[in-house]
């Protein structure tokens, strides 16, 4: 028998008590406030370290840096090995990378962008190391993926700059 009419769908939130309702609301949207510079800052942190211990010096990059790329990192491609081309170039665009991605990343300027570039040096970085992907890159790239589909979030300059430069809508 039904003891409704059919005319009045019921949702979750309609069948709680009301104080559970608005808990809810309140934490989901708290949390959909925290989600985006959380994300941001904990995808920026790890490539930040990394990039720092790559220098030496304004604009030099350590020896550590080059001899890595130079005789230690190789590309695991088909079941074969292969050595970085130009390897002092790519070790100095690294070294920039890991540094300028993760501080646009945690002033969430460029926001997106910035995610994407750290997603695509986790897929460089798994085709070095294929044993951290449990580890480090999975979680990495889960972290890029969830930044790239969330946005920079409201605490972030890619926000304030769009509400600045966007033209206000006619009503």
Same mark, same amino acid.
């Given at each position: 028998m039904l003891t409704r009419p059919l005319s009045a769908p019921r949702t979750r939130m309609a069948v709680m008590p009301p104080l559970i309702a608005r808990t809810l609301t309140?934490?989901?949207?708290?949390?959909?406030? $925290? @989600?985006? +510079?959380a994300a941001r800052l904990a $995808? @920026?942190? +790890?490539?930040?370290?990394?990039? $720092?211990?790559k220098w030496s010096g304004w604009w030099h990059v350590s020896p550590v840096a080059d001899?890595?790329?130079e005789s230690m990192f190789r590309l695991h491609l088909l079941g074969h090995r292969y050595p970085f081309p130009v390897p002092d170039a790519l070790a100095h665009i690294d070294a920039v990378a890991e540094v300028l991605f993760p501080i646009l990343l945690i002033a969430g300027l460029a926001t997106r962008f910035s995610a994407l570039a750290l997603l695509v040096m986790t897929g460089v970085i798994q085709l070095t190391d294929p044993t951290g992907w449990a580890n480090f890159h999975l979680p990495w790239a889960a972290l890029?993926?969830?930044?790239?589909?969330l946005g920079p979030g409201k605490a972030s300059l890619d926000f304030a700059l769009e509400r600045v430069l966007r033209p206000p809508v006619a009503r």
């Open positions: 309140a934490l989901r949207c708290g949390a959909l406030a $925290l @989600a985006p +510079p $995808l @920026a942190i +790890p490539f930040l370290k990394s990039g $720092l211990t001899f890595l790329f890029a993926l969830a930044i790239l589909a």
